[in-house]
């Protein structure tokens, strides 16, 4: 049986009398890439705060790693590590103050040039942040994900608004996190993304988890139903068309 690393059992969160989340309990798998997925509005976001100790919940229990949220918040801190979004960083440092900044406030001591070869940015030690190209921003934020040499790495839509080189760039690098030996909980607008990534996604619709399980089952359930395209899928799509034209390696980097 695999190691559960976050455990949510009928976890409710309201906001007066607006229920976000409405009593839903799930497990990650210590190693996994789990996919969160939903429309806007969901609960997703709200859910994953919850587990990053970000917002309190209004009812239920959460476990990571065995620590009990109520309990161990400072210490489920110390093994995670969050994405943040583009306004958490001082847009007129470079990425090498920045990493130095992250570094005093986990209390380490990481090389940022070891940390920049990782995500393909050592090229970019001294830019100044604001500098960066969309793609390069989301890498950075990732890596600083990983100054805390997080157990769980949470990844909040990490490749929206990228273009298609980016994008699959980012996915690969989300692969290595995975095999350096991290457990990686994504959220994402992309289903391509997810049915890639993920070995098991949740949905979530209106604050409840609709369904639960792998892509490949999901897609088998939904046939299983009846389920047919109104047009046969090929065997490659038009992003992949685009990525062989014009080849993958990232631009304006």
């Not at 620590?67 to 943040?84: F, P, R, T, Y």
């Not at 608004?161 to 760039?169: H, I, K």
Request: net charge negative; aromatic share 6%.
């Amino acid at each position: 049986m695999p190691h559960k690393i976050i455990e949510v059992k009928n976890l409710v969160k309201n906001y007066g009398n607006f229920q976000a989340v409405k009593g839903i309990s799930f497990d990650v798998n210590e190693g996994e890439i789990f996919g969160l997925l939903g429309p806007n509005g969901a609960g997703k976001s709200t859910t994953l705060e919850i587990i990053e100790t970000l917002r309190e919940k209004t009812s239920g229990e959460v476990l990571v790693d065995g620590m009990n949220l109520d309990k161990d918040a400072n210490e489920i801190k110390k093994i995670i590590g969050v994405q943040l979004q583009s306004s958490g960083y001082y847009p007129g440092l470079n990425l090498t103050e920045l990493i130095t900044l992250f570094n005093g406030l986990y209390n380490r001591t990481i090389d940022s040039v070891e940390l920049l070869r990782k995500v393909n940015l050592e090229e970019k030690a001294k830019a100044k942040y604001k500098e960066l190209s969309g793609g390069q921003k989301q890498r950075f934020s990732v890596a600083t994900t990983l100054i805390n040499q997080p157990k769980i790495v949470f990844l909040d839509e990490p490749t929206t608004g990228l273009d298609p080189q980016a994008r699959r760039n980012l996915w690969e690098l989300i692969k290595q996190i995975q095999a350096a030996g991290a457990t990686v909980i994504i959220t994402t607008h992309y289903m391509d993304e997810a049915e890639y990534l993920c070995e098991r996604v949740a949905i979530i619709d209106s604050g409840e988890i609709v369904a639960l399980d792998t892509p490949s089952g999901l897609i088998d359930n939904l046939l299983a139903t009846g389920f047919e395209r109104p047009r046969q899928m090929k065997q490659a799509n038009l992003e992949d068309v685009f990525i062989s034209l014009t080849g993958h390696e990232l631009r304006g980097e």
